[in-house]
Protein backbone atom coordinates (compact mmCIF):
# COMPACT_ATOMS: atom_id res chain seq x y z
CA UNK A 1 0.00 0.00 0.00
CA UNK A 2 1.62 3.38 -0.77
CA UNK A 3 2.26 5.77 2.13
CA UNK A 4 0.80 9.55 2.74
CA UNK A 5 2.39 11.55 -0.39
CA UNK A 6 3.75 15.28 0.37
CA UNK A 7 4.96 18.32 -1.38
CA UNK A 8 7.05 19.69 -2.11
CA UNK A 9 9.86 18.20 0.30
CA UNK A 10 11.75 21.43 0.77
CA UNK A 11 10.53 25.51 0.28
CA UNK A 12 12.42 28.48 1.07
CA UNK A 13 10.02 31.40 0.91
CA UNK A 14 10.92 35.01 2.61
CA UNK A 15 8.87 36.71 5.35
CA UNK A 16 4.81 37.65 4.15
CA UNK A 17 4.86 35.39 1.38
CA UNK A 18 2.62 33.05 0.79
CA UNK A 19 3.29 29.14 0.54
CA UNK A 20 0.97 25.97 0.08
CA UNK A 21 1.47 22.63 0.59
CA UNK A 22 0.15 19.37 -0.43
CA UNK A 23 -0.91 15.66 1.26
CA UNK A 24 -2.22 12.98 -0.66
CA UNK A 25 -3.35 10.57 2.44
CA UNK A 26 -3.51 6.34 2.09
CA UNK A 27 -6.17 5.10 0.21
CA UNK A 28 -9.20 4.90 2.35
CA UNK A 29 -8.21 6.70 5.32
CA UNK A 30 -11.06 8.89 6.47
CA UNK A 31 -8.64 11.60 8.88
CA UNK A 32 -6.25 13.06 8.15
CA UNK A 33 -4.38 15.17 10.02
CA UNK A 34 -1.52 18.33 9.68
CA UNK A 35 1.35 18.62 11.99
CA UNK A 36 3.98 21.30 12.92
CA UNK A 37 7.71 19.83 14.02
CA UNK A 38 9.77 22.70 15.00
CA UNK A 39 13.43 21.52 14.99
CA UNK A 40 14.40 19.56 18.27
CA UNK A 41 10.18 19.30 19.20
CA UNK A 42 7.83 16.73 18.85
CA UNK A 43 4.89 16.83 16.16
CA UNK A 44 1.68 19.35 16.95
CA UNK A 45 -1.23 19.09 15.58
CA UNK A 46 -2.79 22.23 13.57
CA UNK A 47 -6.23 20.53 12.31
CA UNK A 48 -7.44 17.18 12.16
CA UNK A 49 -9.94 16.44 8.84
CA UNK A 50 -12.49 13.71 9.58
CA UNK A 51 -13.56 13.15 5.37
CA UNK A 52 -13.58 16.70 4.69
CA UNK A 53 -15.17 17.85 7.60
CA UNK A 54 -12.76 19.48 10.71
CA UNK A 55 -12.88 18.09 13.36
CA UNK A 56 -10.05 20.44 15.55
CA UNK A 57 -8.51 23.27 14.60
CA UNK A 58 -8.38 24.55 18.16
CA UNK A 59 -4.15 24.99 17.28
CA UNK A 60 -4.69 26.32 14.12
CA UNK A 61 -3.47 29.82 14.13
CA UNK A 62 -6.51 31.17 12.05
CA UNK A 63 -5.33 34.72 11.47
CA UNK A 64 -2.39 33.17 8.57
CA UNK A 65 -2.86 29.63 8.42
CA UNK A 66 -6.10 27.95 6.11
CA UNK A 67 -6.64 24.38 5.28
CA UNK A 68 -9.24 22.27 3.04
CA UNK A 69 -10.13 18.62 1.90
CA UNK A 70 -12.14 19.42 -0.18
CA UNK A 71 -13.03 16.28 -1.57
CA UNK A 72 -12.26 14.27 1.28
CA UNK A 73 -9.09 12.65 0.02
CA UNK A 74 -5.95 15.36 -0.89
CA UNK A 75 -5.49 18.49 1.54
CA UNK A 76 -3.64 22.02 0.94
CA UNK A 77 -2.28 23.70 3.60
CA UNK A 78 -1.80 27.56 3.11
CA UNK A 79 0.44 30.10 5.33
CA UNK A 80 -0.56 33.53 4.33
CA UNK A 81 1.70 35.82 4.89
CA UNK A 82 4.85 33.72 6.55
CA UNK A 83 6.79 34.75 9.86
CA UNK A 84 10.28 33.60 10.95
CA UNK A 85 8.38 31.69 13.09
CA UNK A 86 6.62 29.40 11.01
CA UNK A 87 10.17 27.93 9.92
CA UNK A 88 9.20 24.01 10.63
CA UNK A 89 8.84 20.60 9.09
CA UNK A 90 5.07 20.20 8.49
CA UNK A 91 3.91 16.75 8.67
CA UNK A 92 1.27 15.83 6.87
CA UNK A 93 -0.94 11.51 8.66
CA UNK A 94 -4.01 9.66 8.13
CA UNK A 95 -5.51 6.97 9.84
CA UNK A 96 -8.27 4.76 9.40
CA UNK A 97 -12.14 5.40 10.87
CA UNK A 98 -13.00 3.70 13.89
CA UNK A 99 -12.46 4.95 17.37
CA UNK A 100 -9.51 2.39 17.95
CA UNK A 101 -7.81 2.56 14.79
CA UNK A 102 -7.81 6.64 14.10
CA UNK A 103 -5.06 6.46 16.79
CA UNK A 104 -2.89 5.07 14.61
CA UNK A 105 -1.70 7.67 12.26
CA UNK A 106 0.81 6.96 9.48
CA UNK A 107 3.59 10.02 8.56
CA UNK A 108 4.02 11.50 5.20
CA UNK A 109 8.05 12.59 5.13
CA UNK A 110 6.67 16.00 5.73
CA UNK A 111 7.41 19.40 3.60
CA UNK A 112 10.53 21.63 5.42
CA UNK A 113 9.74 25.01 5.36
CA UNK A 114 12.77 27.98 6.03
CA UNK A 115 11.34 31.55 5.98
CA UNK A 116 13.65 33.96 5.82
CA UNK B 1 -1.90 22.79 28.44
CA UNK B 2 -1.33 18.96 28.75
CA UNK B 3 2.62 17.89 28.64
CA UNK B 4 4.12 14.69 28.17
CA UNK B 5 7.72 14.37 30.01
CA UNK B 6 10.41 12.33 27.89
CA UNK B 7 13.43 10.89 29.57
CA UNK B 8 16.17 10.56 28.68
CA UNK B 9 16.48 13.78 26.38
CA UNK B 10 19.27 12.24 24.68
CA UNK B 11 21.32 8.47 24.94
CA UNK B 12 24.77 7.78 24.06
CA UNK B 13 25.06 3.69 24.33
CA UNK B 14 27.59 1.25 22.74
CA UNK B 15 26.17 -1.18 19.77
CA UNK B 16 24.75 -4.56 21.17
CA UNK B 17 23.32 -2.58 24.41
CA UNK B 18 19.85 -2.64 26.06
CA UNK B 19 18.04 0.97 25.72
CA UNK B 20 15.00 1.91 28.03
CA UNK B 21 12.94 5.14 27.88
CA UNK B 22 9.69 6.40 29.53
CA UNK B 23 7.18 8.74 29.18
CA UNK B 24 5.13 10.31 31.95
CA UNK B 25 2.53 12.79 32.58
CA UNK B 26 0.51 14.47 35.55
CA UNK B 27 -2.89 13.69 33.58
CA UNK B 28 -4.51 10.19 32.89
CA UNK B 29 -4.12 9.21 28.97
CA UNK B 30 -6.28 6.57 27.42
CA UNK B 31 -3.65 5.09 24.75
CA UNK B 32 -0.33 5.11 24.35
CA UNK B 33 1.60 5.20 21.21
CA UNK B 34 5.96 5.13 20.45
CA UNK B 35 7.03 6.14 17.05
CA UNK B 36 10.95 6.33 15.78
CA UNK B 37 11.83 9.25 13.11
CA UNK B 38 14.88 9.25 11.17
CA UNK B 39 16.11 12.38 9.78
CA UNK B 40 14.36 13.64 6.91
CA UNK B 41 11.35 11.64 7.33
CA UNK B 42 8.03 11.47 9.33
CA UNK B 43 7.21 9.63 12.46
CA UNK B 44 6.85 5.53 12.23
CA UNK B 45 4.53 3.88 14.49
CA UNK B 46 6.17 1.47 16.65
CA UNK B 47 3.88 0.28 19.05
CA UNK B 48 0.20 1.16 20.42
CA UNK B 49 -1.10 0.42 23.62
CA UNK B 50 -4.58 0.24 24.33
CA UNK B 51 -5.23 -1.24 28.09
CA UNK B 52 -3.19 0.15 31.66
CA UNK B 53 -0.76 -2.65 32.23
CA UNK B 54 -0.62 -3.81 28.97
CA UNK B 55 2.59 -5.49 28.00
CA UNK B 56 3.28 -5.39 24.14
CA UNK B 57 6.38 -6.42 21.44
CA UNK B 58 7.50 -5.74 18.27
CA UNK B 59 10.90 -7.76 17.64
CA UNK B 60 13.25 -6.27 19.80
CA UNK B 61 11.33 -3.65 21.07
CA UNK B 62 9.17 -4.05 23.66
CA UNK B 63 6.77 -1.30 25.36
CA UNK B 64 4.37 -0.69 28.71
CA UNK B 65 1.15 1.08 29.06
CA UNK B 66 1.96 2.14 33.30
CA UNK B 67 -0.87 1.10 35.61
CA UNK B 68 -1.71 4.69 36.62
CA UNK B 69 -2.23 5.18 33.01
CA UNK B 70 0.22 8.45 33.56
CA UNK B 71 3.13 6.81 31.93
CA UNK B 72 4.94 4.50 29.24
CA UNK B 73 7.81 3.04 28.98
CA UNK B 74 10.26 1.81 25.32
CA UNK B 75 12.74 -1.10 25.44
CA UNK B 76 14.78 -1.76 22.77
CA UNK B 77 16.77 -4.72 23.07
CA UNK B 78 20.33 -5.58 21.88
CA UNK B 79 20.44 -2.22 20.04
CA UNK B 80 22.18 -1.96 16.46
CA UNK B 81 23.22 1.06 14.31
CA UNK B 82 19.47 1.00 12.73
CA UNK B 83 17.78 2.02 16.12
CA UNK B 84 19.90 5.43 16.01
CA UNK B 85 16.87 7.82 15.35
CA UNK B 86 14.38 9.60 17.65
CA UNK B 87 11.95 7.94 19.56
CA UNK B 88 8.56 9.77 20.35
CA UNK B 89 5.61 8.99 22.52
CA UNK B 90 2.89 10.40 22.15
CA UNK B 91 -0.76 10.03 24.59
CA UNK B 92 -4.67 9.87 23.78
CA UNK B 93 -5.69 12.48 26.50
CA UNK B 94 -9.75 11.85 27.73
CA UNK B 95 -10.49 14.84 25.04
CA UNK B 96 -9.46 12.48 22.09
CA UNK B 97 -6.42 14.62 21.31
CA UNK B 98 -3.20 12.70 20.81
CA UNK B 99 -0.26 14.86 22.24
CA UNK B 100 3.20 14.16 21.69
CA UNK B 101 6.20 14.28 23.69
CA UNK B 102 9.79 16.04 23.11
CA UNK B 103 11.48 12.84 21.62
CA UNK B 104 14.71 11.26 22.78
CA UNK B 105 17.63 11.28 20.64
CA UNK B 106 19.50 7.95 20.50
CA UNK B 107 23.42 7.59 19.48
CA UNK B 108 25.29 4.50 19.17
CA UNK B 109 28.97 4.79 19.62
CA UNK B 110 31.12 2.86 17.46
Known amino acids: EAGVAQSPRYKIIEKRQSVAFWCNPI?????LYWYQQILGQGPKLLIQ????????DSQLPKDRFSAERLKGVDSTLKIQPAKLEDSAVYLC??????????????FGPGTRLTVT | GQQLNQSPQSMFIQEGEDVSMNCTSS?????WLWYKQDPGEGPVLLIA?????ELTSNGRLTAQFGITRKDSFLNISASIPSDVGIYFC??????????FGKGTRLHILP
Open chain 1, 93 to 106: ASSRSGRRDSYEQY
Open chain 1, 27 to 31: SGHAT
Open chain 1, 49 to 56: FQNNGVVD
Open chain 2, 27 to 31: SIFNT
Open chain 2, 49 to 53: LYKAG
Open chain 2, 90 to 99: AGQNRDDKII
